[in-house]
């Protein structure tokens, strides 16, 4: 089994498969391509028909997008029991890993995930603090309703919690207050081993993306610089 992600720093949604993977201890070949270079589009043709990161290669299978991904994974990992086991829950669980594939647009386009950097307070907004506030409701009730099954949003781990990882990795970057509860919770994922993994990787690479973050430019990373032209 092959995963095909992007920078570890950039790329949410590469992350969530590869923790799911990772943290469920399921063995699998990781293929890092480096985003926003010339050489990303041709690269990552030869993995998926849709031209984006991650991509999953089982055999002759393939399977894009994350959350494909990680519904592939479930069925085909049943005993890792990546969905709560409650039909109930279940439902929960999927309609928020779905809410979360299709929602939160401020959040992700006025806090991208860049986990190397410190920027509290960039990116706030009205809207975006809406969103903030809807993720935080979603962990709090959450956490009331599960948490005397586990530290995780259903109790134990499940694909609801790789969803939301980069979720966690943005409040931090961004300095995001939380209620406690929330807090709680985001600070329990980021001490994950896969999480921490995925977090030391990150700060490991070079590349940075000079158009949107200039102050990175120094003579010593002249290599760092992503080619975005």
Not at 193 to 209: C, G, N, S
Not at 220 to 227: G, K, L, M, W
Request: hydrophobic share 45%.
């Amino acid at each position: 089994m092959k995963l095909v992600i992007g920078n570890k720093n950039y790329s949410s949604w590469s992350l969530r498969p590869w923790l799911l993977l990772r943290h469920a201890g399921i063995a699998f070949e990781e293929i890092p391509l480096r985003l926003f270079t010339r050489a990303f589009e041709a690269e990552i043709a030869q993995y998926s028909p849709a031209g984006k990161v991650p991509a999953l290669i089982d055999g002759d299978v393939t399977v894009w997008d994350s959350l494909s991904i990680s519904e592939y994974v479930a069925e085909r990992f049943p005993d890792k029991q990546l969905w709560p086991a409650d039909p109930a829950a279940r439902a929960v669980a999927r309609s928020i890993c779905a809410e979360m594939h299709s929602g939160f647009g401020n959040v992700r386009s006025q806090m991208p995930m860049n986990i190397t950097a410190v920027l509290p307070g960039i990116g706030w907004n009205v809207a975006v603090q809406r969103d903030i506030d809807r993720v935080a409701s979603i962990w709090t009730g959450l956490r009331t309703r599960y948490g005397a099954d586990g530290p995780f949003l259903f109790g134990t781990f499940s694909i609801a919690d790789a969803f939301y990882a980069p979720v966690v990795s943005r409040f931090a970057t961004y300095g995001v207050h939380l209620p406690e509860a929330a807090k709680t919770y985001a600070d329990f994922i980021l001490t994950l081993p896969a999480m921490q993994e995925w977090v030391a990787a990150a700060r490991e690479e070079r590349d940075f993306v000079v158009a949107d973050e200039p102050y990175r430019l120094q003579p010593d990373r002249a290599d760092a610089i992503i080619v975005t032209g």
